[in-house]
């Protein structure tokens, strides 16, 4: 079993800046695939970053791209999401999730169907 836990989030204004941390119970961090994923109320979740196994693949939605940063580090199992210039359109419930059944030649992976690890989720608020 595979625990996540984030942390970092909180209330912002408009182009402020937060760094979302996840730490990861496992003893095998370093296979998984890794992702940050949000919900805003009334919408779809959505992947906004995923990272490969080691840290030389990111995906980044469009909507972040430029303004968020994933990383990784696989001797604490840690996840990170830098994320400036917030927006108000940034407000939702951040999660991290792992997708621990990634395959050898896996990279980023978007679809939130094939995480099975979830963390409890932090709130990210940006205040116009």
């Known amino acids: 079993q595979v625990q996540l836990v984030e942390s970092g989030g909180g209330l ?5 800046s937060l760094r979302l941390s996840c730490a990861a119970s496992g003893r095998t961090f370093s296979s998984y695939v890794m992702g940050w994923f ?14 490969n196994r080691i840290g030389s693949s990111t995906y980044y939605a469009d909507s ?3 303004r968020f940063t994933i990383s990784r580090d696989n001797a604490k199992n840690t996840l990170s999401l830098q ?3 917030l927006k108000p359109e940034d407000t939702a419930v951040y ?6 059944k990634s395959p050898l030649f896996g990279t980023v992976q978007t679809n939130p169907a094939l995480y099975d690890y979830w ?3 932090t709130q990210v608020t940006v205040s116009s």
Do not use: D, F, H, W
């Open 38 to 51: 949000r919900q805003a109320p009334g919408k779809e979740r959505e992947c906004v970053a995923s990272i």
């Open 12 to 16: 912002v204004q408009t182009g402020g």
């Open 119 to 121: 963390g409890q989720g």
């Open 64 to 66: 972040v791209k430029g």
């Open 95 to 100: 999660y991290c999730a792992a997708y621990s």
């Open 83 to 85: 994320m400036n210039v």
